[in-house]
C-alpha cells in the first residue's frame, strides 16, 4: 500500500508544476519600436497588458528616422509606432507593414519650454527675440534634419521667421527626450518639443504654443509589421487603439485619432 501513496502523491506534486511551465511556454513576447515621445504613456499601457495576460512587452524607444532604419535593415519588431507619417511610409514602402494595419492613432502639439517650473510665458511671432532670450545659450531641439520633433520645430522657425537668427545656438539631440532632458537639467534654458514630454516632466515649464499652421501636424501612424508572428503581437497593436489607451494618451497630452 505504501507504493500507490508515493506515486500517488509524485503526482499530486508533479501536475501543478506541469501546469505551470506549460503556462510560462505560452507567454509571448511582444517588440515595439516607437517614438520616443510616447514613453510615459505607453509604458504604463505595456505594463497593464503584461498585467493582464502575462505577455512580456519590449520596447525600443528612439527618433522616428533611426527605428524606421533599423526595421528596414531587418531588426526585429512586431509593432512600429512613428511620430512622423514620412517614416512610417518609409517602413511600408519596403513591404514591411501588414496590409490593412495601418492608421493614425494620435496627434500633438508643439510646444517651447524653459527650465524650472514658474519661467515666465513667452509671446512667440515674427518680433520674437529667441536670441536675446536665450542670452548666450542654447536652444535644445531634436534633430532637424531627420527626427520627427526636430523637421517640426524647424519648420515652425522658419515659418515665424525666427530660424535665421537662431540657427547656430541649437543643441541637437538625437530624440525628443533627449532634447527636454537637456532644459530640465538646465543645460539649455529652452527647448522645443512636444506638449507631452513637458507633460511628463517637473523641471520644465511651457512658455509657448506654436501655431498648427506652422508646421505640418503632427500625427502617430502605427503598425503591425510583417514579422508581427503571434496572436499576443496582434492583441497589443489592437490595444493601442482601445479605450484604455485612449485614457492613459489624453492624460498625457496626446490628442486621440483612432
Known amino acids: ?19 505551470a511551465l506549460g503556462g510560462a511556454a ?17 509604458d504604463q499601457l505595456a505594463a497593464d497588458f503584461q498585467a493582464e495576460t502575462g505577455n512580456t ?5 528612439a527618433g522616428s528616422n533611426a527605428l524606421a532604419k ?3 535593415e531587418g531588426a526585429p ?4 509606432v512613428s511620430a512622423a507619417v514620412n517614416w512610417m511610409d518609409e517602413v511600408e514602402k519596403a513591404g514591411l507593414a501588414v496590409d ?3 492608421k493614425d492613432l494620435f ?4 510646444v517651447l519650454i524653459a527650465h524650472g517650473k514658474d519661467a515666465p510665458p513667452v509671446s512667440l511671432g515674427k518680433d520674437t527675440d529667441l536670441a536675446g532670450l536665450l542670452a548666450g545659450g542654447k536652444l535644445s531641439m531634436a534633430l532637424v534634419d531627420s527626427v520627427p520633433a526636430g523637421q517640426y520645430g524647424k519648420a515652425a522657425l522658419e515659418s515665424l521667421g525666427l530660424w535665421s537668427g537662431i540657427e547656430a545656438d541649437v543643441a541637437q539631440s538625437d530624440n525628443v527626450r533627449a532634447a527636454l532632458a537637456l532644459v530640465s537639467t538646465g543645460e539649455a534654458p529652452y527647448g522645443i518639443v512636444y506638449a507631452t514630454d513637458a507633460v511628463a516632466d517637473d523641471n520644465v515649464t511651457v512658455v509657448a504654443t506654436f501655431p498648427e499652421d506652422s508646421h505640418k501636424p503632427i500625427l502617430y501612424p502605427g503598425a503591425l509589421l510583417t514579422g508581427a508572428a503571434d496572436d499576443a503581437d496582434k492583441a497589443f497593436y489592437e490595444a493601442l487603439s482601445g479605450d484604455k489607451a485612449d485614457a492613459i494618451f489624453a492624460a498625457q497630452g496626446f490628442k486621440i485619432l483612432n
Open 77 to 80: 519588431a512586431d509593432i512600429f
Open 26 to 42: 505560452q507567454a509571448e513576447e511582444v517588440v515595439v519600436f516607437a517614438a520616443a515621445s510616447m514613453k510615459t504613456a505607453l
Open 70 to 72: 533599423q526595421i528596414i
Open 100 to 102: 490593412g494595419t495601418r
Open 1 to 19: 500500500m505504501l507504493l500507490p501513496s508515493i506515486r500517488s502523491l509524485r503526482l499530486t506534486l508533479a501536475l501543478p508544476l506541469a501546469l
Open 57 to 61: 512587452v519590449t520596447i525600443s524607444y
Open 107 to 110: 496627434g500633438n502639439t508643439l
